[in-house]
């Protein structure tokens, strides 16, 4: 099943934070081998070239090494990847948070509502 893009941003970069995700989230594992730029390519329903310039942006972070004759894989750099985990979970709750405020929200009102949000999470988890 090919990826969801959306029109508004490059798809390049729409593919880096996917792929960015997936190496945080542990998807993609430390020192696994990705598949080939044409596979992934194939994958996402782009243009190799396109998979490839997200590649070297991804490279370009520290997230993926590229060894002549084995490939790209995942970074085996734990501190690479908490890095790139802080960077993306501070922009995330920085996004939030003046979200939040333009809402007209009190941060009060903010830690009840995450906390609240936590509780219903859990009873999710509970009820699945």
Do not use: C
Not at 22 to 42: C, F, H, K, Q, W
Not at 91 to 119: C, I, P, Y
């Amino acid at each position: 099943m090919a990826w969801q893009f959306t029109s508004n941003r490059p798809i390049y970069v729409q593919i880096v934070e996917e792929i960015e995700l997936r190496i945080l989230n542990g998807t993609y594992e430390m020192g696994m081998r990705l598949p080939s730029v044409r596979d992934l390519a194939v994958l996402a329903a782009v243009n190799p070239n396109t998979m490839q310039r997200a590649l070297a942006e991804l490279e370009e972070m520290g997230l993926v090494t590229t060894q002549r004759n084995t490939g790209r894989t995942v970074t085996t750099d734990e501190s690479a990847v908490s890095r790139a985990r802080d960077i993306k979970a501070d922009l995330l709750a920085e996004t939030f948070l003046m979200q939040m405020k333009a809402l007209g929200l009190s941060r009060k009102e903010v830690l009840e509502r995450l906390a609240k949000g936590e509780n219903k999470e859990g009873e999710h988890a509970v009820n699945s």
